[in-house]
């Protein structure tokens, strides 16, 4: 069970983690297309094409979609730990 426990936690990790890189990608350089930056876009779209969906963007400047895909793997790891503990 602990195992279970530790792999979500890593899982949910790495994905916050990326999705934070993928912001600070886009604030930083925008427009650049290297390997690097192809990884993390392409890693990243499938899990914040969901929430572009359930928020469309419209003629808001800013797209809210990571910040909506950060807060809700947060509040998944703490209902997963709170069910399983």
């Given at each position: 069970m602990i195992l279970i426990v530790r792999i979500v936690d890593l899982l949910i990790s790495v994905i916050n983690t990326?999705?934070?890189?993928?912001?600070v990608l886009s604030w930083?350089?925008?427009?650049s297309r290297n390997g690097f930056?192809?990884?993390?876009?392409?890693?990243?779209e499938p899990i914040l094409r969901p929430f572009r969906m359930l928020i469309p963007i419209g003629n808001m400047r800013m797209d809210i979609s990571p910040i909506i895909a950060y807060f809700f793997f947060i509040i998944l790891r703490r209902l997963i730990f709170m069910l399983i503990f």
């Open positions: 990326l999705i934070l890189i993928r912001v930083l350089s925008p427009m930056t192809e990884l993390i876009y392409n890693t990243t």
